[in-house]
């Protein structure tokens, strides 16, 4: 995918949704053989909330091209949250075969295999996401939870920390709340005893 396409890729996510979708339905109507526009038809209509339309967009994409690592991983991202887990795992690991520096397609990897059960899978998936780029707030939650699930207490916890560092960098509140909660619960404190502190809503 080239840059020029990523540019439109961004821009229509900065866009009303619906001006985003006619715009890829007027490229298609012009050039129906054209990858990149299938790809974005699929984002629009993701962001509009019709996955399954979503989801035939993306087949069509990779009918055209079929070493396009982004639209492996979005189909994998629909597909998962369609429920259809293990065809979601094929998808993004054939986007990590076409692009193994795919931080985000291991992290998500490692999301579906943890849904399945396989922590020690997921965690693989989320070390090898955090060697890629270690400022992913949300690897650092989802391996706390799953040496957590294993019995590596001290390992979640400095997870969790981890998490709640990176999530208060960025002002995220929610989620550091959410990483914050976590480890007290965690850490199963008595009541008189000093808490992690939360945040307040901004």
Known sequence: MNLFHKFLIAFNGLRNKQDALA???KALRIKPSDAIDYYNRGNARYRSG???SALTNYNKALRINPSDAEAYYNRGIVRSQLGEKQRALADFNEALRIN??????????????LQLGDDRGAIADFNAALQINPKLADVYYQRGNSRSQLGDKEGAIADFL??????????????????INTLNKL?????????YPTLPLQ
Not at 100 to 113: H, I, Q, T
Not at 162 to 179: H, I, P, S, V
Not at 189 to 195: A, C, D, F, G, N
Request: charged content about 35%; proline content about 4%.
């Open 187 to 195: 850490h199963d404190r008595p009541s008189h005893q000093k808490q």
């Open 23 to 25: 715009d890829s339905n």
């Open 162 to 179: 981890k998490a709640a560092d990176l999530f208060g960098e960025r002002k995220d509140t929610d989620n550091y709340n959410r990483a």
């Open 50 to 52: 019709d996955k399954q």
């Open 100 to 113: 193994p520096g795919f931080a985000e397609a291991y992290y998500n990897r490692g999301v579906v295999r």
